[in-house]
Structures are given as C-alpha cells and as structure tokens.
C-alpha cells in the first residue's frame, strides 16, 4: 500500500501499489479518483463524492446514490444485491 493524495490533496488514502491512476490513461470527472490493477487483477478502488441530502437517511444512502448513476446514464436496467456496512477488519487502512 502507499498514500495516495485524492482531489489535489485535499484527502489522502492508502491504496495497492500496483494500482495505477486512471486518469492517466482517460479522462475521469472532477467528483471521481479512479485506481485500477489492470494486468493481474482487474480489480478497481473509486473514490467518488456525492452530495448529502438529508432527504435520505444515512442507512438508505448508497442504494440512493447508486440509484441516481443509474439514472443519470438512462441504464435500462439496474439490479442491487445488496447493501451492507464495512468493518474496520474488513477495510484496514481506510479510515
């Protein structure tokens, strides 16, 4: 892992040191940061952020926030399989 700087170091996060930025390669909107491993694992970490809107409880807002992408690109269709809460153990070195 090494730290990252994410939105011109305003925030700083330890990603995998094989992960590349992808904005090297193309363009990524100003509200992304987009790490990818893209010759082994294909695996991708993206950092977006998204407006709080105190309409949506704070258990609701991932499904609501996945929901509005899935709206702003005319996806014809969407599925959620699920939502679930992260633990520390989970996502060491995130905090």
Avoid at 6 to 30: C, H, M, Q, T, W
Wanted: glycine share 4%; with cysteine; hydrophobic share 35%.
């Amino acid at each position: 892992m090494e730290k990252r700087e994410l939105y011109g170091g305003a925030v700083e996060a330890l990603v995998p040191k094989n992960f590349i930025d992808v904005s090297d390669i193309r363009e990524i909107p100003d509200h992304q940061e987009f790490f990818a491993d893209l010759y082994d694992t294909q695996e991708a970490l993206i950092f977006e952020l998204n407006l709080y809107d105190s309409n949506v409880s704070d258990k609701d807002s991932a499904k609501f926030h996945f929901e509005e992408l899935a709206r702003c690109n005319e996806a014809t269709s969407y599925s959620i399989d699920g939502v679930k809460d992260l633990s520390d153990e989970e996502v060491p070195n995130f905090k």
